[in-house]
T-cell receptor, first 112, second 113 residues
Framework: AQSVTQPDIHITVSEGASLELRCNYS??????LFWYVQSPGQGLQLLLK??????LVQGIKGFEAEFKRSQSSFNLRKPSVHWSDAAEYFC??????????FGAGTRLTVKP | DAGVIQSPRHEVTEMGQEVTLRCKPI?????LFWYRQTMMRGLELLIY????????DSGMPEDRFSAKMPNASFSTLKIQPSEPRDSAVYFC???????????FGQGTRLTVV
């Protein structure tokens, strides 16, 4: 069964610093991978997705993620974090007509 | 498009009462998901439908939970009887089958007292 692991429950970074959120997946074939962001009291919004092709994908709000098959990873990055990026981030894996499974989430705190 | 619409946004009910959560997916989408989010368990998939047919309900916690999708534009998640441990935020999401992402509603915050 497909599964997603986000090893970091909570990360704190200073505004302007770079960010990397980790995501590892378990899936038999090439998965479809997603990163979502959730602001307090809100639903989940898609940041970016990977289906095939270029393993470095660009998303909204200056985020990017890199698919590394050899490491079963899909880490999310941003070169310079803004205070408005404080939120919870979820990695998800899905395939075709099947379900989507989410990681436990990583809560990002941004220090001024 | 108005996106995925869930109602109510907030629900407070007494233990033992029946609770019905509603979801209207994005028009044209043919997959629908119900998730539950809690601090302890994170975001759990409860059930999903393809073309109005339940595909996998293994995430439904107990027989007290049931979900229906009578047509392509409406789904319900019912809890009967409700218990305090059912308190959570329940999200509905929809997508086109295949290579697409899921779009989430704003969620229903359920409190069972």
């Amino acid at each position: 069964a497909q599964s997603v692991t986000q090893p970091d429950i909570h990360i704190t970074v200073s505004e302007g610093a770079s960010l990397e959120l980790r995501c590892n997946y378990s899936y038999g074939a090439t998965p479809y991978l997603f990163w979502y962001v959730q602001s307090p009291g809100q639903g989940l919004q898609l940041l970016l997705k990977y289906f095939s092709g270029d393993t470095l994908v660009q998303g909204i709000k200056g985020f990017e993620a890199e698919f590394k098959r050899s490491q079963s990873s899909f880490n999310l990055r941003k070169p310079s974090v803004h205070w408005s990026d404080a939120a919870e981030y979820f990695c998800a894996v899905g395939e075709g007509n099947n379900d989507m499974r989410f990681g436990a989430g990583t809560r990002l705190t941004v220090k001024p | 498009d108005a996106g995925v619409i869930q109602s109510p946004r907030h629900e407070v009910t007494e233990m033992g009462q029946e609770v019905t959560l509603r979801c209207k997916p994005i028009s044209g989408h043919n997959s629908l998901f119900w998730y539950r989010q809690t601090m302890m368990r994170g975001l759990e998939l409860l059930i999903y439908f393809n073309n109005n047919v339940p595909i996998d309900d293994s995430g439904m916690p107990e027989d007290r939970f049931s979900a229906k999708m009578p047509n392509a534009s409406f789904s319900t998640l019912k809890i009967q009887p409700s218990e305090p441990r059912d308190s959570a935020v329940y999200f509905c999401a929809s997508r086109l089958q295949g290579n697409t992402e899921a779009f989430f509603g704003q969620g229903t915050r359920l409190t069972v007292v």
